[in-house]
């Protein structure tokens, strides 16, 4: 439009010239301006502050949604990287791809456990969902040292038992409150990062 204007004015020779220089220098600036905004936009909305909910009923829905989406993920990585392959038998001595499996297993273990830890947290923000998963505790911290079995290859089936009654007990506890977990399987960059 800044163009337009200075071009449409047919009086006044002296005076077009002035209102281009200034056309130029504008688009200039806008286009300037325009390169900058996405930095610019970026940088507000890394400080503006995390909106936090306001009402207990907001709370608690964010309070299951994270314990779902943690739990979801928690899960997914105990089946697809601990469960599957050991029942497939590519931890034992001998098994085509065995480290591999092992390494991954291991930090899929570290993974879940995390995982399972922060769905712990998240369900402090729902009273039902708190009290349901209260039991399950002690199993959870009871995996804590599981992926560097895992990661050794000295894990057996009762350490496979166990995060799968862990993952179980945690699906359970959440359909229970009305927070239902789905196997969310993690990609492999969020195991090791």
Do not use: H
Not at 58 to 87: C, D, H, M, S
Not at 91 to 101: C, H, Y
Not at 128 to 144: D, H, N
Request: aromatic content about 6%; overall charge positive.
């Amino acid at each position: 439009m800044v163009g337009a204007t200075a071009c449409g004015s047919g009086s006044g020779g002296g005076g077009n010239g002035q209102r281009e220089e200034v056309s130029a220098a504008a688009a200039a600036e806008l286009a300037v301006l325009a390169a900058a905004e996405p930095a610019a936009v970026e940088a507000d909305e890394l400080a503006a502050p995390t909106p936090t909910p306001s009402t207990t009923a907001e709370k608690q829905k964010f309070a299951k949604t994270r314990f779902v989406a943690n739990a979801g993920l928690a899960a997914g990585a105990t089946y697809q990287w601990i469960v599957k392959p050991y029942r497939d038998g590519k931890f034992k001595k001998g098994a085509k791809g065995r480290t591999f499996a092992l390494i991954k297993a291991g930090l899929a273990g570290a993974f879940a456990y995390n995982r399972l830890k922060a769905a712990k947290e998240n369900a402090q923000g729902d009273p039902l969902l708190s009290k349901a998963l209260a039991p399950l505790t002690a199993g959870i911290e009871s995996l804590k040292g599981l992926a560097s079995k895992l990661r050794k290859g000295q894990a057996g089936d009762a350490d496979i038992d166990a995060f799968t009654n862990v993952i179980d007990g945690v699906k359970e506890a959440g359909k229970s409150a009305g927070a239902e977990v789905v196997d969310k399987v993690p990609s492999t960059s969020q195991l090791g990062g």
